[in-house]
């Protein structure tokens, strides 16, 4: 019952939303209810983070999240893969006797390690979903292991077994163009510094795709001399590799549409 001239108390019905749900779409806050971020600490077993594509599912575990990535980036991962399987043949031959296959096989783990570090737009938000599941410890260990300063370790070490080499033995091979191919990449990692960034009368990319042709040729004529599977191989890989990357670089730099890297 109200009062006669009084306006009756609106009447809810079952359709009609209640009161809470009116104060959230107002954007309240409604006590004892926190409303949901959409970033949430996923990694510590929440629902995970919304990202705007929706790649990232918050169900979508470690693996999965690699074996995507590791879609992503199949071409530069396959690629370093069969280089490293090669050298790794050679290495088994030679043992501990410092010689190209090793420094190949450093050269096909900087190869993979930057397909992941220089990774795609589409390939960003996998990479950082995963990387954010890691524990710290293993995050600056990779960081430690994949970074600027170990990769340009990594090209002298394989410059320097493969010069090694070449000492042992003057006839052009593989060793040569694996010589050739490590201090083009140590030169393309310097260029990515801000002090040498601006070296590309030097270092641009049509001399590193004049160091790619002598390099496949350096490897071809050992491939040609011998068959069976071995580092010498894998040398032509890289060099066909450096050549198409460099191609493309020249490409872009020739068309002004990027940045000659």
């Known amino acids: ?94 043992g501990l006797e410092v010689g190209h296959s090793h420094g190949l096989s450093l050269l096909a783990v900087v190869r993979g390690g930057r397909a992941l570090s220089e990774l795609q737009a589409e390939a960003k938000e996998l990479f950082e979903a995963l990387a954010d599941r890691l524990h710290p410890a293993a995050q600056r260990l990779i960081g430690i292991a ?16 493969s010069i090694l080499e070449c000492l042992r033995d003057a006839r052009f091979g593989g060793h040569h163009g694996l010589a050739i191919l490590s201090l083009a990449d140590a030169v393309h990692m310097l ?35 011998d068959l069976r599977p071995g580092s010498h191989h894998g040398v032509a890989i890289l060099a066909v590799a450096h050549f198409a990357e460099n191609f493309e670089r020249a490409r872009r730099s020739h068309s002004g549409t990027g940045k000659a890297v």
Request: net charge neutral; charged share 15%.
């Open 1 to 94: 019952m109200h009062r006669r001239g009084s306006s009756p108390p609106p009447l809810l019905l079952p359709h009609q939303p209640s009161a809470t749900l009116c104060l959230l779409e107002e954007g309240q806050q409604v006590p004892g209810r926190p409303v949901r971020s959409s970033l949430t600490c996923s990694l510590e077993g929440g629902h995970g983070r919304t990202l705007g594509s929706g790649r990232v599912k918050p169900e979508s575990s470690s693996l999965e999240l690699l074996a995507q990535l590791c879609w992503l980036q199949a071409m530069p991962l396959a690629t370093a893969s069969v280089i490293l399987l090669f050298a790794g043949l050679e290495v088994a031959e030679v």
């Open 146 to 161: 994949f970074g600027h300063t170990a990769s340009l370790v990594a090209c002298a070490l394989a410059a320097f077994s």
């Open 191 to 225: 260029r990515g510094t801000e002090r040498w960034r601006g070296s590309v009368l030097l270092f641009g990319p049509v001399l590193s795709l004049s160091l790619a042709i002598c390099a496949a040729l350096c490897a071809a004529m050992e491939v040609a001399e």
